[in-house]
């Protein structure tokens, strides 16, 4: 959605036609706000002639262009925009969401408190409700909401989309741009967790491995591997079991299931 603010007294600029035909060739619905109707030399006739001339016929003039005269320093007629815009994006943006689904959110900041040194962050909820002591996943850590605040620093007990929020409860500090989702239960939390644990474990050791251009660089690479790593790739110790610079052939697969005792590969 637009809303173009047009001078009633200069009328129609060269910027002004330059987002007009933005919104037509993108298709954006346009709301025009004809502004400074409180001076004596505004015209919002001459102003509605010449957005007819452009291709924009406001509502009263028969077209279908919401069209409101407003003063912004005298705040005439702000309530109908408000009204407007309101109307607009409910029946040609679809920007309502479903207030019973589970919370789908952003970081959009984190720090951590002086008083309580608790992690806490703000989050803009994307879809769904937020409430107090839901379980949530952020990035790759777990977590509950034990204290959320709106956008004025009052206690609130729920959160809907489209609000920013601040919120404690992290174990880890969040990154800004982190996603934050709201599941059932502290179970399902330690599950999404534990397989984006061990998926960005396994994508750290392949670019490690990819890194080696000689078989000498490849022994570096997987000796710097850590204990834990090695765990993560494919659950033990000794998942690392051959490494060589090349392609590997059926002989060199069926040599190592043997000699492993490998009776299933996937």
Known sequence: MIILVISAVESVQRQTIEVIELAHSLQIPV??????????????????????????VAEMLG???????????????????ESKISEVAKKQLNLMEDHTMKGQCIVIESNIDEKSGQTTASILVKKGSVKVNQTFVCGLHDGRIRHMKDDNGRMIHTASPGQAIHLSGFKAFPEVGSPLYIVDSLREAQMIVQTLTLRQSQEEAYKLLEKGDTSEEMKKSIGSLTRQEKRRIKGGDKSLLFSRLGIASEEDIDRLKSKYGISKTT
Not at 42 to 49: K, T, Y
Not at 64 to 70: G, K, L, M, S, T
């Open 63 to 81: 077209g279908n262009v919401p069209c409101v005269p407003i003063s912004a320093t005298e705040l005439v007629n702000i309530d109908q925009l």
């Open 31 to 56: 709301i025009i706000a004809i502004n400074k109707i409180d001076r004596q030399e505004a015209d919002v006739e001459q102003v509605l002639l010449d957005l007819e001339q452009e291709g924009i």
